[in-house]
C-alpha cells in the first residue's frame, strides 16, 4: 500500500473519495489495520483511493489533521474532511463508511 509524503498529500486527496490511515511502523495496532486496510483496498479497488500516512515522517500532516493516536483513519471527498475513526476499525464498517461518499 502506497505510503504518502507531505509533497504529495494534497494532491492525493483533492479528487474522488480518499481512505487514508495516520500510522506508525512500531505500533502494534496499526500493524492490525495495515492488513484490514488492504482488503479495504482489494474490495473498494477503482471506486476509492486508499493509502497511508507514516505520522513519525510526516509530523505537519499528523498535526494538521489533529491527530493525537494511531492508528486513525480519515475519510476525505474531493479534499474535504469527512469522517474521522480512530482505532482499529472492522471491515465492513470502514467499507460501508467509505460507500457513504462514492
Not at 502506497?2 to 492525493?12: R, T, Y
Not at 495496532?29 to 488492504?38: D, F, H, N, Q, V
Not at 476525505?76 to 476499525?89: A, C, M, R, S, Y
Amino acid at each position: 500500500m502506497k505510503i504518502v509524503k507531505k509533497n504529495e498529500f494534497d494532491d492525493e486527496i483533492k479528487k474522488g473519495v480518499v481512505l487514508v490511515d495516520f500510522f506508525a511502523t512500531w505500533c502494534g495496532p496499526c500493524r492490525i489495520m495495515g492488513s484490514i486496510l488492504e482488503d479495504i483496498s482489494n474490495e473498494l479497488q477503482d471506486k476509492a483511493k486508499v493509502f497511508k500516512v507514516d505520522v513519525d515522517e510526516s509530523e505537519e500532516i499528523a498535526r494538521k489533521f489533529g491527530i493525537m493516536s494511531i492508528p486513525t483513519l480519515i475519510i476525505f471527498k474531493d479534499g474535504v474532511l469527512q469522517e474521522k475513526h480512530v482505532g482499529i476499525w472492522q471491515f465492513e464498517d470502514c467499507v460501508n463508511s467509505v460507500k457513504k461518499y462514492l
